[in-house]
């Protein structure tokens, strides 16, 4: 299983680590998160390489938002806006709101999405 943890050593940049990944498919994951950087006009750096040096998330995804989060976790659990909503006794339009950034999301907001999407409520704050 990939396992993604994150972090936070200073208020510019983060940590990021993997584990779990097969050795055989370790190769291709460096290939893709080099190729992620690249679109960011950015290098991967290592500890090894250039000491502590590394990417903030901002300044690696300078458009993302917890509402990236929401529509991702919505889309991995197969629901619309709309049926979220239900489930959460929300408005549609403010799931929408949400997943664009334009709605904050409170800590109540957040444990209920996060029982409806199975996840951790922390990752909507």
């Not at 396992?3 to 893709?32: C, D, W, Y």
């Not at 999405?113 to 704050?125: E, G, M, V």
């Amino acid at each position: 299983m990939l396992e993604l943890t994150k972090m936070q050593t200073t208020n510019e940049f983060v940590e990021i680590h993997l584990r779990g990944i097969p050795s055989g498919k370790a190769e291709l994951v460096k290939e893709a998160i080099e190729k992620i950087l690249d679109l960011a006009g950015m290098s991967l750096q290592s500890k090894e390489k250039d000491g502590d040096r590394g990417y903030s998330i901002e300044k690696v995804f300078p458009d993302f938002h917890t509402g990236n989060a929401l529509r991702g976790l919505r889309s991995r659990e197969g629901l619309t806006q709309k049926q979220l909503a239900e489930m959460i006794g929300a408005r549609p339009t403010h799931i929408s709101e949400m997943e664009n950034g334009k709605r904050s999301i409170g800590k109540g907001m957040a444990k209920r999405l996060a029982r409806a999407l199975r996840t951790d409520y922390k990752i909507f704050l």
